[in-house]
């Protein structure tokens, strides 16, 4: 079994940055892909990027340029830098591990709780 710990979620102007921290426990993680998603008010629930054990990264196309996800495997963390914020990045952001990369949501092994990112305009 693999927890994780979301944290760093907020409210912030448009045009600010947070950053979403994720920890894991249980096991390590350090050789599983992490990744984020998110979902807002009556929408599903999207792929917004993903860190492979060595550090290959994917990004949702409405994040490029904007979100760096990283991690640190000594740690058994990823993180998620967020700049530019939008209001159309308003979503409870979650943290998860598994076959992300090649089957999305269909590929996550396991889910953090959420955190709620609020942007305004």
């Known amino acids: 079994q693999v927890q994780l710990v979301e944290s760093g979620g907020g409210l912030v102007q448009a045009g600010g940055a947070l950053r979403l921290s994720c920890a894991a426990s249980?096991?390590?993680?350090?050789?599983?892909?992490m990744g984020w998603f998110r979902q807002a008010p009556g929408k599903e629930r999207e792929f917004v990027a993903a860190?492979?054990?060595?550090?290959?990264?994917r990004y949702a196309d409405s994040v490029k340029g904007r979100f760096t996800i990283s991690r640190d495997n000594a740690a058994n963390t990823a993180s998620l830098q967020m700049n530019s914020l939008n209001p159309e990045d308003t979503a409870v952001y979650y943290c998860?591990?598994?076959?992300?990369?090649?089957?999305?949501?269909?590929?996550?092994?396991?889910w953090g709780q959420g955190t709620q990112v609020t942007v305004s305009s």
């Open positions: 998860a591990t598994g076959s992300i990369v090649v089957r999305g949501l269909r590929g996550v092994d396991y």
């Open positions: 249980g096991r390590t993680v350090s050789r599983s892909t």
């Open positions: 860190i492979t054990w060595d550090s290959s990264t």
